[in-house]
Nanobody, 113 residues
Framework: QDDPVEFGGGLVQVGGSLRLSCVAARRVLTIMGWYRQAPGKQRELVAEISRGGNTIIAESVRGRFTISRDDAKNTVYLQMDLLKPEDTAVYYC?????????WGQGTQVTVSS
């Protein structure tokens, strides 16, 4: 089983915080990222981080979300602060880019107003 596994979703109030974790099955030598899909919408990139630490953050979450990785633990994190109702979605971890086959099962994040 090479698919990564996510942890940390849940229900939070507006303005609250959540931290998502994603553990890969083995050492990751490529990009790691988080995507999300809200009901009726396409899956979109939230943030990604290269092995060297370079990041891409979606404009809609910039300044509120932070992505980081711990290669010793094969783990990527998404710290989500100042959450808004529009952040409600299923969040998916990805290893290697959207064209790769390595996706997590998804974790629900619900922000209540």
């Amino acid at each position: 089983q090479d698919d990564p596994v996510e942890f940390g979703g849940g229900l939070v109030q507006v303005g609250g915080s959540l931290r998502l974790s994603c553990v890969a099955a083995r050492r990751v030598l490529t990009i790691m990222g988080w995507y999300r899909q809200a009901p009726g919408k396409q899956r979109e990139l939230v943030a990604e981080i290269s092995r060297g630490g370079n990041t891409i953050i979606a404009e809609s979450v910039r300044g509120r979300f932070t992505i980081s990785r711990d290669d010793a633990k094969n783990t990527v994190y998404l710290q989500m602060d100042l959450l808004k109702p529009e952040d409600t979605a299923v969040y998916y971890c990805n290893i290697g880019g959207p064209d790769s086959g390595y996706w997590g099962q998804g974790t629900q994040v619900t922000v209540s107003s």
